[in-house]
T-cell receptor
Framework: GAVVSQHPSRVICKSGTSVKIECRSL??????MFWYRQFPKQSLMLMAT?????????EQGVEKDKFLINHASLTLSTLTVTSAHPEDSSFYIC???????????FGDGTRLSIL | DAKTTQPTSMDCAEGRAANLPCNHS???????VYWYRQIHSQGPQYIIH???NNETNEMVSLIITEDRKSSTLILPHATLRDTAVYYC??????????FGAGTRLTVKP
């Protein structure tokens, strides 16, 4: 089946640091990638949608200058949390899908802890 | 995308069938129903999807009512490893998926 790899799986860093998370589709071309955030005991919240070669579309309330998304190829998207603060601590999950009604496939998530 | 309604939690005995309902009464004609599950601290796992016909794979069956306003995911012989949060999502042509609260299924020995 389709595999999405997310790296790193866990990050612990100091407040003010910028953190980059990578999301790769390993065996298919992902025309669209999605980034979600999940706080403890809550559901996944969609942050942004990115299509290869174009600017990401952010959900209402998600700061585009805070969460930089790059989707430079059909197999790689990155999310950079800039100047992270403790309130940015969360579980960040990416997903990828090819065209049409093919299902989204999710990475295993990145647990970000800002001290 | 149409919103979905699922029970907050369900219990099931190991080895018995688990029937997980989902209401999606505002679904439109071109929207698919997708089911995912999430085990603690992992990314969601795709299970199955369908448009209007019932679907079956090696894990589960998906029953969609004729009016498409609801569906049921059936795990025929639940195991302890099926304990997870199960999400029913209706996805339209804009391709994004918005998760509701899901159903927390607990399979008990």
């Amino acid at each position: 089946g389709a595999v999405v790899s997310q790296h790193p799986s866990r990050v612990i860093c100091k407040s003010g640091t910028s953190v980059k998370i990578e999301c790769r589709s390993l065996d298919f071309q992902a025309t669209t990638m999605f980034w979600y955030r999940q706080f403890p005991k809550q559901s996944l919240m969609l942050m942004a949608t990115s299509n290869e070669g174009s600017k990401a579309t952010y959900e209402q309330g998600v700061e585009k200058d805070k969460f930089l998304i790059n989707h430079a190829s059909l197999t790689l998207s990155t999310l950079t949390v800039t100047s992270a603060h403790p309130e940015d601590s969360s579980f960040y999950i990416c997903s990828a899908s090819s065209e049409g009604n093919q299902p989204q496939h999710f990475g295993d998530g990145t647990r970000l802890s800002i001290l | 995308d149409a919103k979905t309604t699922q029970p907050t939690s369900m219990d099931c005995a190991e080895g018995r069938a688990a029937n997980l309902p989902c209401n999606h009464s505002t679904i439109s004609g071109n929207e698919y129903v997708y089911w995912y599950r999430q085990i603690h601290s992992q990314g969601p796992q795709y299970i199955i999807h369908g448009l209007k016909n019932n679907e079956t794979n090696e894990m589960v069956s998906l029953i969609i009512t004729e009016d498409r306003k609801s569906s049921t995911l059936i795990l025929p012989h639940a195991t302890l490893r099926d304990t997870a949060v199960y999400y029913c999502i209706v996805r339209g042509n804009n391709n994004d998926m918005r998760f509701g609260a899901g159903t927390r299924l607990t399979v008990k020995p």
